[in-house]
């Protein structure tokens, strides 16, 4: 407050001095043609944009940019947009998620450095809504989160298709010889028909639902399509709100409580989310030290049912979604059967139940009842045992029930590039009881942790009709694939994780009631093959891959840099030139 009785916002240490300082501040900024009132004092509001025309589903946001600033000007605020890394899941090699961190530091220090009071988080294909989160709960201000929408429904032969879950679907019906090459071409310009982000309940749906649920959107906000005009409607709202959100000072880590991080855990097995919330929901929780840990998603998850019937665990897609109710009528219907902290607070200034508690759901296939859901119980697994002894995750919505106890003989893959030579080789000896097994593709090892562990199955069992396999990794997994897919196994092999020692021909055992994963080698055994394991080396002498490489965490505390953990503040410690 100052002297005046007015608030006072951070920018005004930009923008609000009569010196040399602000001279500069404000005479480069009005290059830009604005007039000299919008330095009088009202809130500055950061539009931090991952528009990119190499992350596809992102490519939109410049336009719905500008809905957002013609609600912050509305609402007496001055925006300001800003660009952010962007990161393109479609594209990025190795991996998006090795970026993933780097993005979120680039959001904190731009954040942290400007004159921002508040900010509107333009968010859309996986990666860009956890970095954003991340740099901005790391920095505390009041934050927002604008989704970009799914794209519409894929058509393909007069019948929807969603993407990823369809792409693998398709390239394994090529495999056993049930779809042709020109099937498959022709299907690849049906599937992506708008702006937006994959319209199945991949990571990018996940994670636009999660930020919905933790309370960090206005309510609506995930599943609106991307070409709906109410998109639009929802970003100029999301403007104007953001300017009432810096006059209440309502900051992120008054969104961001344990309370609504335990709400997201149970919308997510509600909707059959990606077990990417996991990693996301873990590393955003760390740099707000939220105590949240793995088990957390097991104990809070497991006797939720899945209520959303999307893909990849059902059969509808986004666009459905919305138009039977979306998020607020899962919200709902947890709320009425005591599974939501009610009171968690939202952006919009209102409880998630005041938010969601009339919330319709207009069709009850989309959106299934409590008394008949897709699954009965939902959520992600946490697997314990020998071979994960700090934990693994099985989404058991997308695996298939007669291998949720099985017992096999491992196939070992050492790494992908192993993984691909070997595949279809006939030597390979696997049958339908086999457990496919593939090594360093964790946080360090691939490096970044790639969508890999659904590897697809030897073409021979294919074309024998097999369709699923138990398969076991410490890679990660798209949240449009399905199987019975053990992912995230920790400690990882790159770092001598007991899944480093599994060798051909091991007996494994799963058995996700009992929530149990082992390797039936005996300890005297493990011995001898530890002292024969050697480390993977790095994947690069300088640069950031190895700053990654020598900082990254392990995936069961979400995969942060050590470095980054924890919230830095807004202050900025050394004032101008
Ligand atoms: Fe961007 Fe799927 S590739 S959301």
């Known amino acids: ?100 961190n780097l993005a979120s530091m680039d959001v904190e220090e731009s954040i942290r450095a400007n004159p921002i009071d508040g900010v509107v988080l333009m968010c859309g294909c996986d990666k860009t809504t956890p970095s954003l989160v991340m740099g901005a709960a790391s920095c505390d201000i009041p934050a ?11 058509k393909y032969q007069g019948r929807d298709i969603g993407s990823g879950t369809d792409v693998w679907r398709f390239s394994e019906e090529v495999k056993a010889g049930h779809m042709s090459l020109q099937q498959f071409m022709e299907a690849e310009s049906c599937m992506s028909r708008s702006p937006g982000h994959c319209m199945t309940m991949g990571t990018a749906s996940t994670m ?16 609106i399509p991307a070409v709906d ?117 939202t952006v919009n200034g209102k409880t998630i139940w005041e938010n969601c508690r009339e919330a319709p759901n207009w069709n009850a296939e989309v959106i299934r009842p409590w008394d008949r859901p897709l699954l009965e119980r939902g959520g992600i697994a946490i697997l314990r045992g020998n071979l994960a002894p700090n934990g693994a995750v099985i989404k058991p919505s997308a695996a298939s029930p007669r291998l949720m106890r099985h017992a096999g003989r491992a196939i070992v893959f050492e790494n992908i590039e192993d993984y691909k030579l070997r595949i279809d080789d006939p030597a390979l000896e696997a049958d339908e009881n086999s457990v496919m097994v593939l090594k360093n593709c964790g946080p360090k090892g691939y ?18 009709g097999v369709t699923d396999l138990v398969r076991i990794s410490d890679a990660r997994m798209s949240g449009t694939a399905y199987g019975t897919v053990v992912l995230h196994v920790c400690p990882e092999a790159a770092i001598g994780g007991p899944l480093a020692h599994v060798r051909e021909g091991d007996r494994i055992e799963l058995d996700v009631e009992q929530r149990r994963l082992h390797l039936d080698v005996s300890e005297e055994e493990m011995g001898r093959r530890r002292t024969d394991w050697k480390p993977v080396p790095p994947p690069m002498v300088g640069g950031y891959q190895r700053l990654y490489f020598d900082h990254v965490l392990q995936a069961d505390t979400g995969a942060d840099l050590d470095f980054l953990v924890g919230c830095r503040g807004h202050v900025v410690t050394r004032e101008s030139h």
């Open 1 to 100: 407050m100052s002297t005046d009785g007015k608030v006072k916002y951070r920018s005004a240490d930009w923008f609000g001095k009569a010196d040399k300082d602000g001279f500069g501040h404000r005479s480069w900024m009005r290059n830009q043609g604005f007039p000299g009132d919008v330095f009088d004092g009202r809130p500055v509001i950061g539009i931090c944009n991952t528009w990119s025309e190499l992350t596809p589903c992102n490519a939109h946001f410049r336009d719905l940019a500008e809905h957002v600033k013609r609600g912050v000007w509305q609402a007496g605020g001055f925006p300001v947009e800003f660009p952010v890394t962007s990161l393109g899941e479609a594209i990025m090699r190795p991996t998006a998620m090795l970026f993933r």
């Open 447 to 464: 490096p970044g942790m790639a969508e890999v562990g659904n590897m697809g199955l030897p073409a021979s069992l294919l074309k024998r």
């Open 229 to 345: 005009s109410r998109r639009a409607v929802m970003a100029h709202l999301a403007g104007r709100r953001i300017v009432e959100m810096v006059a209440e000072d309502l900051r992120i880590s008054c969104i961001l409580t344990r309370e609504a991080f335990e709400n997201a855990i149970r919308v997510n097995a509600a909707l059959g989310g990606s077990t990417n919330a996991v990693i996301h929901l873990l590393a955003i929780a760390g740099r707000l030290a939220v105590p949240l840990c793995l088990n957390d998603f097991d104990r809070l998850g497991h006797d939720c049912p899945t209520l959303a019937n999307l893909m990849p665990s059902g059969q509808y897609l986004m666009e459905d979604f919305y138009y039977a109710g979306g998020v607020p009528a899962v919200v709902r219907a947890l709320g009425e059967h005591n599974m939501l902290h009610r009171d968690a607070l």
């Open 208 to 223: 636009a639902s999660m930020v919905e649920a933790l309370g960090l959107s206005l309510p609506g906000n995930a599943a």
């Open 144 to 154: 927002l989160v604008v989704s970009g929408g799914p794209m519409l429904n894929g």
